[in-house]
C-alpha cells in the first residue's frame, strides 16, 4: 500500500506563489511516475504536470513557465512550486501514482491518490 498526503495549500492573492508537497509512505514511489491533478468546482479533475523516474517532466500548457516539479527520491517527496499563480488556478490539487517509465495525463493511469489540498487565488 501507498499513502500520499498533500500539504501547502491555502489562499493566495493574483501573482503570488506556494509550493504545494506530496509525501509519501508505505511502499516508495522512487521508481513511478508522480502527477499532479486539479479539480475546480463543477470541473472534471484535470491533468497539470507530472514526472517520471528519471525527472522528465510534461506540463499542461496552462502552466507551463509558472508551475515546476520536482523531486526528492531519498526523502520520497514531490513537490509542485506554484508561481504568478492566477484565479483560474483555484481548485483541489491531488497528487497521485503513476506506472514506472512513461508519463500519463489520464486520472484512469493513476492508481493511488492523496486526499487533496484545496488552492484558492484571490483577484
Known amino acids: 500500500q501507498v499513502q500520499l498526503v498533500e500539504s501547502g495549500g491555502g489562499l493566495v492573492q493574483a501573482g503570488g506563489s506556494l509550493r504545494l508537497s506530496c509525501a509519501a509512505s508505505g511502499r516508495t514511489f522512487t521508481s513511478y511516475t508522480v502527477g499532479w491533478f486539479r479539480q475546480a468546482p463543477g470541473k472534471e479533475r484535470e491533468f497539470v504536470v507530472a514526472i517520471n523516474w528519471s525527472g522528465s517532466t510534461h506540463y499542461v500548457d496552462s502552466v507551463k513557465g509558472r508551475f515546476t516539479i520536482s523531486r526528492d527520491n531519498a526523502r520520497n517527496i514531490v513537490y509542485l512550486q506554484m508561481n504568478s499563480l492566477k484565479p483560474e488556478d483555484t481548485a483541489v490539487y491531488y497528487c497521485?501514482?503513476?506506472?514506472?517509465?512513461?508519463?500519463?495525463?489520464?486520472?484512469?493511469?493513476?492508481?493511488?491518490w492523496g486526499q487533496g489540498t484545496q488552492v484558492t487565488v484571490s483577484s
Open positions: 497521485a501514482r503513476g506506472p514506472t517509465g512513461w508519463i500519463p495525463h489520464h486520472r484512469n493511469e493513476y492508481d493511488y
